[in-house]
């Protein structure tokens, strides 16, 4: 059983910047952060595999950064060039099997953190 706790969130105004942590309880293979506006589905945000590398939602390319600190089970996103379309509950997710994933999907994870509110003010 893995538990994950994120921590990060906070409110920021347009442009600003903030990093996301997500701190896993074992180790972990692929992880990845989704988000969820009201009203909205829960939507991918960006992905990294087992091979440490990185796939990210077309709306954050260039804007956002996926890393993992394996030595710690820590996950995380650094968010820069905020906008208003970014405020959400972002939620950390995780899978422990060992393979290449390239899309961003909630049916491939089965660990899920309670989630850390970004707002984003224009």
């Known amino acids: 059983q893995v538990q994950l706790v994120e921590s990060g969130g906070g409110s920021v105004q347009a442009g600003g910047s903030l990093r996301l942590s997500c701190a896993a309880s074992?180790?972990?293979?692929?992880m990845a952060w989704f988000r969820q506006a009201p009203g909205k589905e829960r939507e991918g945000v960006a992905i990294i595999d087992s091979y440490d590398i990185g796939t990210y939602a077309a709306s954050v390319t260039g804007r956002f950064t996926i890393s993992k600190d394996n030595a710690n089970n820590t996950l995380y996103l650094k968010m820069s060039m905020l906008q208003p379309e970014d405020t959400a509950m972002y939620y950390c997710a995780a899978d422990t099997s060992f393979r290449r994933l390239s899309r961003i999907e909630t049916s491939d994870f089965g660990y899920w953190g309670q989630g850390t509110q970004v707002t984003v003010s224009s």
């Open positions: 074992g180790s972990t293979y692929i």
